[in-house]
């Protein structure tokens, strides 16, 4: 059974603060590890996107992967109110074809 | 370029009866998946289309059935419904296969069963 984990939170941080978020997984067969962000009553939009060892930025936004201890991090710089929303950890196996395996989700508030 | 489509949005059965969803793909993009997403489970995988095949299913009953069109639209199908059905049913798209293959999901469809 392949598992990501993540805490539920919610995680709480000032504006301004960096907020960092979780995620471990089981299977040490996975390639790909994605972010998503999900505002309330919405569908699931991708932040970023990581797939070798190491940090990754897009803006505000940082993922860092590491395959040896399982672990997928998002960092999020100048935290605004608007980042406030559930953040999904996914991660796609080895196997063929895509099959997303998502975490439970971090609930983030942003604190003005 | 336009972003996954679904329809309808919203959709109230009752149990016992048959659902079909439908799914629009980012244009380019030949890979479809669905997902269940339920305040208790999550979101679960369903099953990934790709050239009009089955590439890979998750752990849910018969009931659940999909298919893929030479277009590259997707539909699934649920069928003798049961309240547990009751969810955010998410379609999302990408290019195809590929280690770094990205999904982007359509806005969902919410299906209550009463």
């Known amino acids: 059974q392949k598992e990501v984990e993540q805490n539920s939170g919610p995680l709480s941080v000032p504006e301004g603060a960096i907020a960092s978020l979780n995620c471990t997984y089981s299977?040490?067969?996975?390639?790909?590890f994605f972010w998503y962000r999900q505002y309330s009553g919405k569908s699931p939009e991708l932040i970023m996107s990581?797939?070798?060892?190491g940090d990754k930025e897009d803006g505000r936004f940082t993922a860092q992967l590491n395959k040896a201890s399982q672990y997928v991090s998002l960092l999020i710089r100048d935290s605004q109110p608007s980042d406030s929303a559930t953040y999904l950890c996914?991660?796609?196996?080895?196997?063929?074809?895509?099959?997303?395996?998502f975490g439970g989700g971090t609930r983030l508030m942003v604190k003005p | 370029k336009a972003g996954v489509t679904q329809t309808p949005r919203y959709l109230i059965k009752t149990r016992g009866q048959q659902v079909t969803l439908s799914c629009s793909p980012i244009?380019?993009?030949?890979?479809v998946s669905w997902y269940q997403q339920t305040p208790g489970q999550g979101l679960q995988f369903l099953f990934e289309?790709?050239?009009?095949?089955?590439?890979n299913k998750g752990n849910f009953p018969g009931r659940f059935s999909g298919r893929q069109f030479s277009n590259s639209r997707s539909e699934m199908n649920v069928s003798t419904l049961e309240l547990g059905d009751s969810a955010l049913y998410l379609c999302?798209?990408?290019?195809?296969?590929?280690?770094?293959?990205?999904?982007?999901f359509g806005p969902g469809t919410r299906l209550t069963v009463l």
């Open positions: 999302a798209s990408s290019l195809g296969p590929g280690s770094e293959d990205t999904q982007y």
């Open positions: 299977d040490r067969g996975s390639q790909s």
């Open positions: 990581i797939y070798s060892n």
């Open positions: 996914a991660v796609n196996g080895g196997n063929a074809g895509n099959m997303l395996t």
């Open positions: 244009s380019g993009h030949r890979s």
């Open positions: 289309y790709f050239s009009e095949t089955q590439r």
